[in-house]
């Protein structure tokens, strides 16, 4: 089962402007080929497919680990993706829906993806940049653990190219963030899953990394996750589960050459994480309601009896 946290993986700034053009680059992060909805299909099926898991268990521990990681990162690309679409944060909702036969949201009719407006609000869907729907057919989980690995190793290193094009796109510094911290953990997944496959196999994999060879060092978003040790940890997920995973990831193991040195570490639960950002409400768009005043006052109520 899964437990939920009422917080972000990591903490967001506000974007500087509303950009829903920006909004739809980063969905390639989430829908595309290789984006968060691949990553959590990919390792999520293949945990709950598992053969042998108790005889195999840090291997199958690790996969489930990091599931839980990548559900994660999809609700954090998500809220990058209506952070950027919304625009700064604004305490106060609009008040009124105003005249919806004056056309008050004319300009969205020329952003690249109208359909995260038409269909989402200005919010995230499992769809790629070009708003082409995420499916299925990317996930692999063929029952060999070797091959498995061996694909969930490639995946992370195709996600490692998608973040970096995606962060040459962006100048905002919402969605820069979100690429910086998914570089860092998107490594740590890497280096993991080749480490898992030279348990097995003996063969270096770790070795290929990084992959695409740009060091993190070069990225500014990415300084403060390297500093604090991000690149070097493992978590969990789990206050008593998965702990398995020591047995491959932090046995003297140290970080990959191009990071700052430091031994490999297994950290029980997850970390801190950030707020979640409050998006402004748009009545004329129908969010949450075109009288945002009668849902605000029904919420109150119901906040209170809940107290």
Known sequence: MFMRVDKLQAALPAPRKADPNAAAALQELLGGKYGEMSTLG???FQS???RSKDKLRPFYSLVASITAEELGHVELVSNGVAMLANGPDND?????????????????KDIRSFASFASAGGGAL???????????DMVTTTGNVV???LHNFHLECGARLHKLRVYETLSDPTGREVCGYLLVRGSVHAHAYALALKQITGVELEKFLPTPNIPLDKIPECQKYLQEGSHRRLYTWSPNDYKEISGIWGNGEQALPTDPPGELEVVDGMPEGGKI???TGIPSAFTPDYAPEEMFEIATKLYKASR
């Open 48 to 50: 709950f497919n598992f």
């Open 277 to 279: 950002h409050q998006l």
């Open 42 to 44: 990919n390792y999520m």
């Open 92 to 108: 106060g909702d609009m008040a009124s829906g105003g005249d919806i036969s004056k056309t008050p949201m004319e300009a969205m």
């Open 126 to 136: 499992p769809v790629n940049s070009n708003s082409m729907s995420w499916n299925a």
């Open 147 to 149: 091959v498995d690995l």
